[in-house]
């Protein structure tokens, strides 16, 4: 298994909701931009659904949705699946926190077998 991660703050603060679809988006980019296939993104149930159910419109959301539908539609291999939100401690802990740092971080960790 092969960990990347990235962090990055924005301004100005979106709503939850938009929040998290644009994290999507975001991860979706930085996913494609190193060329791996094959990954799974998890995400709250909320945010699995409107992708994968919800119709469109033209809410800041709804924008964030389509930017996510045709990364997805184009690239088989992704997947997005959902966590209970009780299992998901670690994004929401790092969501609370997230407003607070002032720059984008990349960090690229393999893990030793």
């Excluded at 709503?15 to 990954?39: H, I, K, P, W």
């Excluded at 919800?54 to 992704?78: A, H, K, M, P």
Aim: glycine letters at 6%; aromatic letters at 10%; one cysteine or more.
């Amino acid at each position: 298994m092969f960990v990347e991660t990235i962090t990055q703050w924005r301004s100005p603060r979106l709503y939850v909701l938009e929040g998290e679809t644009r994290t999507l988006c975001v991860a979706l980019d930085f996913v494609l931009g190193m060329g791996l296939s094959n990954v799974i993104f998890e995400m709250d149930k909320t945010i699995v659904d409107k992708v994968h159910y919800n119709s469109l419109n033209e809410t800041e959301v709804g924008i964030f949705i389509r930017e996510c539908r045709i990364i997805l539609d184009s690239n088989q291999t992704f997947n997005i699946g959902f966590l209970r939100r009780q299992h998901n401690g670690v994004a929401h802990a790092s969501a609370r926190v997230a407003p607070y740092f002032s720059c984008s971080q990349y960090s690229n960790h393999a893990p030793t077998c």
